[in-house]
């Protein structure tokens, strides 16, 4: 009773692996090629293919295996590195503008004047 408890859990952990790792290699594909040179990161086919290798380590081998640890490592490197370094360089998700320290819900609070 608990392997069988215990596969369950080994299954929606692949599960949610598996749609990590698509969703990395999809925000992959969608970026520009550009952007890659531009942030100085490997070129968007590495990746592509880096993810996509991953994928399909993740859909034959399942969690039991090194192979979808490694996967893992890719897709985590891809999502905090880089990531966010193609949005800085595509002029998304850069710093945000934050207001004064004196604006309300509706602009800048004047004091009543």
């Known amino acids: 009773m608990l392997v069988e408890g215990f596969g369950e859990i080994l299954s929606w952990v692949s599960i949610g692996l598996l749609v990590f790792t698509v969703a990395a290699f999809v925000d992959a594909a969608i970026r520009r090629e550009d952007a890659y040179r531009a942030a100085d990161k490997q070129s968007k086919g590495f990746w592509l293919i880096i993810l996509g290798i991953a994928i399909a380590v993740n859909l034959f081998f399942g969690i039991l295996n090194f192979l979808p640890i490694l996967g893992l490592i ?37 004091g009543g004047r």
Do not use: F, K, W
């Open 74 to 110: 890719a897709t985590i490197v891809y999502t905090v590195d880089v990531r966010p370094a193609l949005r800085q360089v595509s002029g998304r998700g850069g710093p945000r503008r934050r207001g004064s320290s004196s604006d309300g819900p509706y602009g800048p609070y004047n």
